[in-house]
């Protein structure tokens, strides 16, 4: 007797769960060749630039693959200035949005004659990173109260602070130290790494497709 296209469906549905059976039989053997392949996970790590990973970090955000810019400042009050100082370099409005992140909000914006705007889109928006990659040169931004997450995808400019201390060599790096910082599991994180872009209409590269066209790194040196 020919067996039904149901038949054969439901046949293929219990030798899946046949084969499941078997391989939770082996969990134990599934868990060791996991630990034998992180046990020298340097070997398969690519090489950074530099050995130093604020350095390799600041290269890499520079190089064609991430196509942003970079400035470097002393300390966190030195922010405005230099958003200002891009914003005029980039004959942009001096108005910008910025996270309300109590580390941003004490900063003395007015001072350097920025006007900060509640909204974000199609502008400049200010974020503060948790941490930064430099294996990619993406930064972090965690979703908090604090640190709102849909400006990041709505302005047309987006300028990032990094602390030296939240840069890390590599994504497995971020994975181990964002716990061990102490801070709750966001409901979202994203890694941005540069503008935005596409190619998938007509082969042609197209810069803000899906998020800002422009984005801009100032890493802080110091607290």
Known sequence: MSMSARDVILMDVRG?????????RGSKDIAEEAIALLADIDKTRPTLPNNDPVESF?????????????????????????VARYVDAH?????????PHPNLARLDWIGSNLNVVPDASDGTFVALARWAIAETGSVVLHSANDTPILPNFLAATQIV???ESSIVAHLEDYIAAAPAA????????????????????????????HGPRNVHIIIVSSL
């Open 91 to 99: 004959s942009l409005e001096r108005s910008t949005s910025v996270a």
């Open 161 to 163: 602070i990094v602390y």
């Open 182 to 209: 102490g801070a709750p599991a966001p409901r979202t994180a994203c890694l941005v790494t540069g503008p935005s872009g596409t190619s998938d209409i007509e082969g042609a590269f197209v810069r803000g497709a």
């Open 58 to 82: 600041a290269q890499r955000v520079v190089g064609p693959k991430v196509n942003a810019t970079l400035d470097r400042i002393a300390q966190l009050d030195d922010v405005p200035t230099a």
């Open 16 to 24: 899946a769960l046949g084969a499941s059976k078997q391989a939770r």
